[in-house]
């Protein structure tokens, strides 16, 4: 069972950047696609971005693609730089992980609420 802590979130300026970051109870590095979700208030989660191990390839949402960044560490954990904050940013943010033979997303942390103002 591998546990997800994200931290990292908070209150920032629209156009500005943030950084989130997820930390697994084990080492993910090799075995584990990690990912980022988001929810806004009265939505449904979706896809921000993706990494498999190794970093070997990296997957974005269009909405955000070019303005953030995911990466990981040779062991547990996974970032996520935001810039050029738009409204739509603002959600709660929760890191994913599962195993790179699996289909389904099977961890996640409790998430990392991101406001913005104007």
């Known amino acids: 069972q591998v546990q997800l802590a994200e931290s990292g979130g908070g209150l920032v300026q629209a156009g500005g950047s943030l950084s989130l970051s997820c930390a697994a109870s084990?080492?993910?590095?090799?075995?584990?696609?990690m990912g980022w979700f988001r929810q806004a208030p009265g939505r449904e989660r979706e896809f921000v971005a993706a990494?498999?191990?190794?970093?070997?390839?990296i997957y974005y949402a269009d909405s955000v693609k070019g303005r953030f960044a995911i990466s990981r560490n040779y062991a547990n954990s996974v970032y996520l730089k935001m810039r050029t904050l738009r409204s739509e940013a603002a959600a709660v943010y929760y890191c994913?992980?599962?195993?790179?033979?699996?289909?389904?997303?099977?961890?996640w942390g409790q998430g990392t609420p991101v406001s913005l103002s104007s």
């Open positions: 994913a992980a599962r195993h790179s033979t699996a289909a389904e997303w099977s961890y």
């Open positions: 084990e080492n993910t590095f090799s075995n584990y696609d």
């Open positions: 990494i498999t191990p190794f970093g070997r390839d």
